[in-house]
């Protein structure tokens, strides 16, 4: 995380501030719209199902470009 621009916000944080689900966030995730070490990284690097954090910058830019 170190030297990546932005605050990291756990995801009710970012659902919250995004008005989506979490259903709706992990789904974006899924289809890779939303993709690792950009917009979200693992809070426990080493544990896969560790919780995750969000960039809300990276994630604002990433649902406001268009779609091929």
């Not at 501030?17 to 966030?25: G, P």
């Not at 993709?35 to 809070?43: A, E, F, P």
């Not at 960039?55 to 091929?68: G, I």
């Given at each position: 995380m170190a030297g990546q621009a932005?605050?990291?916000?756990?995801?009710p944080e970012l659902c919250a501030?995004?008005?989506?689900?979490?259903?709706?966030?992990y789904r974006w995730r899924q289809r890779r719209v939303l993709?690792?070490?950009?917009?979200?990284?693992?809070?426990n690097p080493g544990a896969p199902r560790s919780d995750h954090l969000w960039?809300?910058?990276?994630?604002?830019?990433?649902?406001?470009?268009?779609?091929?």
């Open positions: 932005g605050p990291w916000i756990s995801t501030e995004l008005a989506i689900s979490r259903t709706t966030l993709r690792q070490g950009l917009h979200w990284v693992r809070k960039s809300p910058t990276a994630c604002r830019a990433a649902l406001n470009e268009p779609q091929a």
